[in-house]
């Protein structure tokens, strides 16, 4: 299975000027680092989704957050999704319609499966198929790059927060 590995760079110099205080500052920055990975995940979920005109909890399965000490890691799946993914398909006269996508001289059958899929035949032979996808990496790596400005704001933005309720006490 493919993934999309962007190299993140976020800035955390300011952590610095705090060292003074105990190894809480250190849980505040690994929870930042999280809830900054988990918010990256969300809305570039949602994001792709939309531009997809599509739900995004089928792409659900496609993001996966790692964490390991002060590493935090998204993973984005970006291999090709079946379009039936897409909505309900629909058969017409010169093919399927899937949402706002229309697939010329495509098929609908279940093929094992639960779900109606979307098929195409590649020869003149009946026997030979393959399900219509369609290419998602163009449009992650879109979607993502257009986040990655905001990393370092929303990063100092959660740390700020957990930071402050370390200072509380709570």
């Given amino acids: 299975m493919a993934g999309l590995n962007t190299r993140m760079e ?15 500052i250190a849980k505040a920055a690994r929870r930042a680092l999280a809830k900054t990975n ?9 994001e792709l989704g939309y531009e997809l005109a599509m739900d995004s909890k089928a792409l659900r ?9 002060y590493t935090s890691k ?25 949402g706002k996508h229309f697939f010329d001289k495509a098929f609908i059958s279940p093929m094992n499966s639960d779900e109606l ?24 790596e879109e979607i993502i790059g257009s986040y990655l400005t905001e990393l370092n704001k929303k990063f100092k933005e959660h740390f700020d927060r957990e930071f402050q309720f370390v200072l509380s006490g709570t």
């Fill in 10 to 24: 976020i800035d955390t110099a300011f952590i610095e000027r705090l060292s003074h205080l105990p190894e809480e």
């Fill in 38 to 46: 988990i918010w990256l995940r969300n809305i570039t979920r949602i």
């Fill in 61 to 69: 399965t496609r993001f996966r957050v790692y964490r390991k000490g």
């Fill in 74 to 98: 998204l993973w984005v799946g970006v291999n090709e999704i079946g379009v039936h993914r897409l909505g309900t398909p629909k058969q017409t006269a010169k093919g399927v319609q899937v």
């Fill in 117 to 140: 899929l979307v098929w195409r035949r590649t020869g003149k032979s009946r026997s030979v198929i393959e399900r219509v996808m369609l290419d998602i990496a163009d449009e992650a």
